[in-house]
């Protein structure tokens, strides 16, 4: 059985490498001998509005589209202490009220010209995102820009967006995953860290958010100093910047330019701890055990990525082969590292049987202990290979590339960094693997959140004498039950 998903995925990923190079060979170069082909996207064209408005432009002319991306450089990150979920709040009510439209008549509007128009807000930044066919660019354009630059925050939509949070709130009480999800945030960082809450905030702080809130957060975020416009499709600047200047150029703020967000750092554990919340009837033990990572900056970027596919990054990684496929404890583990412009958590986490969660929490402390002492060379290789031959996926459509070019404005990525990104990996070496795996892999460290049944799982858990255990109540992870307005 392992032997066939493996080969199934193999060919998978060697299909989809081929494919990308055999739709577009301008995009790879020669590969050296033995090496994956590395990236060459075609040239970002960077331009700017009469307003200093940046504007990035990739043509693409496969197919007669045009991908849209107004990308502001504040996000759930930058909500004041007090507000958590006002960024993330103020994000959704720009399509519920713009201009002279309704939310229902700016969908009607969008859907009448065969495009897709949606609002996303993340820890470090907003967008906005266009998708539209290119004979229609310029008649989509204008409601872009007024459902990003002239909402209107209607007190009707807050109260139903507000409800329906509150409802989530509710629900997700009830959901052992999103409960240690939830908690483990809140282990971490702790309840005043906005790290330590999620980015939709909690019932209290949606309770207290009002339309001047969000006014004000949109007035600091939402400014042409503060933002990027990202192009790209069938189309060429002489084009689209003609389009982006009568919709965006004369968009100005007086309002000063929002200086980065500084969030604190929060203090790393320095002991193994293990939170239990109990949840009576769990049909599933959840775990997550890890502690605060590295922020998108790291210079250990590359080797991370190779360390935790080998780790739990990927079907074939050691946790997933040992809990899921060796012991059948779970339909899955893995491992993950949530690099964002401060340090996020790393987290190896799985669902496992209820009667097997003990048994489980050895198997990943033996796992997350050997990624620290040896790498053998076919494993390396495999993990760079899955890595490299994976990339070219990220870049199939426009709305990818578009996410990509996102990326790298936020994170104020090198100009060369997807022709390199191959390159990088291919250099990572076993002492490399092991030099991040010793530093950012230290299970003696960890924090342990087990959200189960308490009955069934505490003896045994006990007697593993992993640390102090700690009990969280569904109240200390969400505080108090929300009241649903009626």
Same mark, same amino acid.
């Given at each position: 059985?392992?032997?066939?998903?493996?080969?199934?995925?193999?060919?998978?990923? @060697?299909?989809?490498?081929?494919?990308?190079? /055999? /739709?577009?060979?301008?995009?790879?170069?020669?590969?050296?001998?033995?090496a994956?082909?590395?990236?060459?996207?075609?040239? =970002?064209?960077?331009?700017?509005?009469?307003?200093?408005?940046?504007?990035?432009?990739?043509?693409?002319?496969?197919?007669?589209?045009? /991908?849209?991306?107004?990308?502001?450089?504040?996000? !759930?990150?930058?909500?004041?202490?007090?507000?958590?979920?006002v960024? +993330?709040?103020a994000?959704?009510?720009?399509?519920?009220?713009?201009?002279?439209?309704?939310?229902?008549?700016?969908?009607?509007? =969008?859907?009448?010209?065969?495009?897709?128009?949606?609002?996303?807000?993340?820890?470090?930044?907003?967008?906005?995102?266009?998708?539209?066919?290119?004979?229609?660019?310029?008649?989509?354009?204008?409601?872009?820009?007024?459902?990003?630059l002239?909402?209107?925050?209607?007190?009707?939509?807050?109260?139903?967006?507000?409800?329906?949070?509150l409802?989530?709130?509710?629900?997700?009480?009830?959901?052992? *995953?999103?409960?240690?999800?939830?908690?483990?945030?809140?282990?971490?960082?702790?309840? !005043?860290?906005?790290?330590? !809450?999620?980015g939709?905030?909690?019932?209290?702080?949606?309770?207290?958010?009002?339309?001047?809130?969000?006014?004000?957060?949109?007035?600091?975020?939402?400014?042409?100093?503060?933002?990027?416009?990202? $192009?790209?499709?069938?189309?060429?600047?002489?084009?689209?910047?003609?389009?982006?200047?009568? +919709?965006?150029?004369?968009?100005?703020?007086?309002?000063?330019?929002?200086?980065?967000?500084?969030l604190?750092n929060a203090?790393?554990?320095a002991?193994?701890?293990?939170?239990?919340?109990?949840?009576p009837?769990?049909?599933?033990?959840?775990?997550?055990?890890?502690?605060?990572?590295?922020?998108?900056?790291?210079?250990?970027? @590359?080797?991370?990525?190779?360390?935790?596919?080998?780790?739990?990054?990927?079907?074939?990684?050691?946790?997933?082969?040992?809990?899921?496929?060796?012991?059948?404890?779970?339909?899955? %583990?893995?491992?993950?590292?949530?690099?964002?412009?401060?340090?996020g958590?790393?987290?190896?986490?799985?669902?496992? /049987?209820?009667?097997?969660t +003990?048994?489980?929490?050895?198997?990943?402390?033996?796992?997350?202990?050997? =990624? *620290?002492?040896? $790498?053998?060379?076919?494993?390396?290789?495999?993990?760079?290979?899955?890595?490299?031959?994976?990339?070219?996926?990220?870049?199939?459509?426009?709305?990818?590339? +578009?996410?990509?070019?996102?990326?790298?404005?936020?994170?104020?990525?090198?100009?060369?960094?997807?022709?390199?990104?191959?390159a990088?990996?291919?250099?990572?070496?076993?002492?490399?693997?092991?030099? $991040? *795996?010793?530093?950012?892999?230290?299970?003696?460290?960890f924090?342990?959140?087990?959200?189960?049944?308490?009955?069934?799982?505490?003896?045994?858990?006990?007697?593993?004498?992993?640390?102090?255990?700690?009990?969280?109540?569904?109240?200390? $992870?969400?505080?108090? %039950?929300?009241? =649903?307005?009626?």
């Open positions: 059985m392992l032997t066939r998903h493996l080969a199934l995925a193999t060919a998978l990923i @060697f299909c989809a490498a081929t494919l990308v190079a /055999q /739709q577009a060979p301008d995009r790879t170069r020669p590969p050296q001998p033995g994956p082909p590395s990236l060459a996207l075609p040239a =970002i064209q960077k331009q700017q509005l009469s307003n200093g408005l940046p504007v990035w432009i990739v043509e693409s002319h496969e197919v007669p589209v045009a /991908q849209v991306n107004l990308v502001v450089l504040s996000g !759930t990150g930058d909500d004041p202490a007090g507000k958590f979920g960024g +993330s709040l994000a959704a009510m720009l399509e519920e009220g713009a201009a002279a439209r309704s939310s229902l008549e700016i969908a009607d509007a =969008i859907d009448f010209l065969g495009a897709d128009l949606d609002v996303t807000s993340g820890s470090d930044s907003s967008a906005v995102r266009l998708h539209v066919p290119v004979a229609r660019l310029g008649d989509a354009l204008p409601i872009m820009a007024d459902v990003a002239r909402p209107t925050f209607p007190s009707a939509e807050l109260e139903r967006l507000r409800a329906e949070r409802t989530n709130i509710l629900q997700a009480r009830d959901d052992p *995953a999103t409960i240690n999800a939830t908690a483990y945030a809140r282990v971490l960082y702790g309840p !005043t860290h906005r790290y330590g !809450t999620s939709a905030g909690t019932a209290a702080t949606l309770r207290s958010i009002s339309t001047d809130d969000l006014r004000a957060f949109y007035a600091a975020a939402f400014q042409p100093r503060n933002a990027a416009l990202i $192009v790209v499709g069938d189309v060429t600047p002489a084009r689209v910047l003609p389009l982006l200047e009568a +919709s965006f150029g004369r968009w100005t703020t007086s309002a000063p330019a929002p200086a980065p967000a500084r604190p203090p790393q554990h002991l193994r701890i293990i939170y239990l919340v109990d949840k009837g769990a049909p599933q033990s959840q775990i997550r055990i890890g502690w605060i990572g590295v922020p998108r900056s790291t210079p250990d970027y @590359f080797p991370i990525q190779v360390m935790n596919t080998i780790l739990g990054g990927s079907f074939s990684s050691r946790l997933n082969l040992n809990l899921r496929e060796r012991n059948g404890y779970t339909y899955g %583990a893995s491992s993950s590292f949530d690099m964002r412009l401060s340090a958590p790393f987290a190896a986490a799985a669902g496992v /049987q209820t009667d097997k +003990s048994e489980a929490l050895k198997e990943f402390i033996n796992e997350l202990n050997a =990624i *620290a002492r040896s $790498v053998p060379d076919d494993e390396l290789r495999r993990a760079k290979n899955y890595v490299a031959l994976r990339y070219p996926a990220n870049f199939e459509s426009t709305g990818d590339i +578009s996410r990509q070019l996102e990326n790298m404005l936020v994170y104020r990525l090198p100009e060369d960094y997807f022709s390199n990104y191959v990088n990996v291919e250099a990572v070496t076993a002492a490399d693997v092991l030099r $991040v *795996a010793r530093r950012y892999i230290q299970p003696n460290r924090a342990f959140v087990i959200t189960g049944d308490r009955q069934v799982i505490e003896p045994g858990i006990a007697a593993l004498k992993l640390g102090e255990i700690r009990m969280m109540t569904i109240d200390d $992870v969400f505080g108090p %039950a929300p009241v =649903i307005p009626r």
